[in-house]
């Protein structure tokens, strides 16, 4: 099987060393470097590449890098072309931060407090209790349930409503 990686040429080369002890009839080609693209079955991407079939007429399937596959333009795609989203752990986890610090910026005012530092001035502004905050949340599936038990720990700032239920992008 030949796959085409393309997407963080460092998280790439990882993925090729693995492969290279744990599985060696598989090979892993970093973009720009694809070796046969008539043997090319799977792209892992973040953006796949121009003229996608057109360049890897035997392309099977697509996964994504990223959180989800809302960035892949899906109507540019082959309707039969499989879009899958990889799910591992530590991106996961990396979108838990994320938006953990999104939200406790948000709730802490940080945007006013960091501007008021690049123009020296200091002003105290009233705090809102986290209780007195209201977070929701739309899709995510999985990723949600698990942001809002983080966003809890964080000191409160939780959402009201939680729902654990699937939506149609948690299925690509």
Known sequence: ??????????????WQQWLAQHAPDIQLHLWPETGDPLEVEMLIAWQPPERLLETFPGLKALLSVGAGADQ?????????LPVVRMIEPGLTQG????????????HRDMVRYLQQQREA??????????????????GGGVRRVRR?????EGGGVLPRRVSAQLDARDLH
């Open 1 to 14: 099987m030949h796959i085409l990686y393309k997407s963080d040429p460092q998280r790439g080369a990882l």
């Open 72 to 80: 892949f333009d899906l109507a540019a795609l082959p309707p039969d």
């Open 95 to 106: 979108m838990v931060e994320y938006v953990t610090f999104a939200v406790l910026g948000i």
């Open 121 to 138: 001035s200091w002003q105290a502004h009233s705090v809102t209790p986290a209780a007195a905050r209201r977070v929701e949340q739309a």
């Open 148 to 152: 809002a038990e983080r966003a809890g």
